[in-house]
């Protein structure tokens, strides 16, 4: 399973706050995806992303999110305003290994350990 | 993109049981996948089963699918205390398997010592 980490595992923040969220995968990936999960709820989606620019984004992926991918590994998630309604797990998720001659595991998704994120 | 459902909603047995967890999906699919959770981590994939498969197994996990029924189920062996965790299914539809998962509520599994 390609390994994935995220940074921080834990962010504390002030509403109105702006915060980065970094997903550093280990091997070369094709997609990128963010989700998230309240306390006690169901896991969510916010955004997926390919060749560098956005695929897909939920409702809840308002103009407040953005991601990036600055320099061709991390793959950020950046809130700019934050809410006290943003607090929650964020999990990227992973699509397609890299592996010398081919993309493989086009099926699966993986997901980071996620940070858990604070807002006062 | 679709969302499993999954049954029951909590479960709880004695350690060395089996545990039997269902999934059911509304529309046609390219394959159907199963996540464990456990509290507070991130999803931990388990196993993939492909729309034109009928069992899988990995260890002591051991994968159903009935297209027919548009239902799936996860069997977990000779359960241990480490096995409780939430468990997810994400269907993933014929089209786009690239797209986002959606995720159902899950089942809280609890394997007692």
């Known amino acids: 399973e390609p390994e994935v980490t995220q940074t921080p595992s834990h962010q504390v923040t002030q509403m109105g706050q702006e915060v980065i969220l970094r997903c550093v995968p280990i091997s070369n990936h094709l997609y990128f995806y963010w989700y998230r999960q309240i306390l006690g709820q169901k896991v969510e989606f916010l955004v997926s992303?390919?060749?560098?620019?956005?695929?897909?984004k939920s409702e809840i992926f308002d103009d407040q999110f953005s991601v990036e991918r600055p320099d061709g590994s991390n793959f950020t998630l950046k809130i700019r305003s934050t809410k006290l309604e943003d607090s929650a797990m964020y999990f990227c998720a992973l699509l397609a290994v890299w592996e010398g001659r081919s993309y493989n595991g086009r099926e699966t998704q993986y997901f980071g350990p996620g940070t858990r994120l604070l807002v006062l | 993109s679709q969302q499993g459902e999954e049954d029951p909603q909590a479960l709880s047995i004695q350690e060395g049981e089996n545990a039997t967890m269902n999934c059911s999906y509304k529309?046609?699919?390219?394959?159907l996948q199963w996540y464990r959770q456990n509290s507070g981590r991130g999803l931990v994939h388990l196993i993939l089963?492909?729309?034109?498969?009928r069992e899988k197994h990995s260890g002591r996990l051991r994968v159903t699918l009935d297209t027919s029924k548009k239902s799936s189920s996860l069997l977990i062996t000779a359960s241990r205390a480490a096995d409780t965790a939430s468990y997810f299914c994400?269907?993933?539809?014929?089209?786009?398997?690239?797209?986002?998962?959606?995720f159902g509520k899950g089942i809280t599994l609890s394997v007692r010592p």
């Open positions: 994400a269907p993933s539809p014929v089209t786009g398997a690239n797209s986002k998962l959606t």
């Open positions: 089963i492909r729309s034109n498969e």
């Open positions: 992303f390919y060749n560098n620019e956005i695929s897909e």
């Open positions: 529309t046609s699919i390219n394959n």
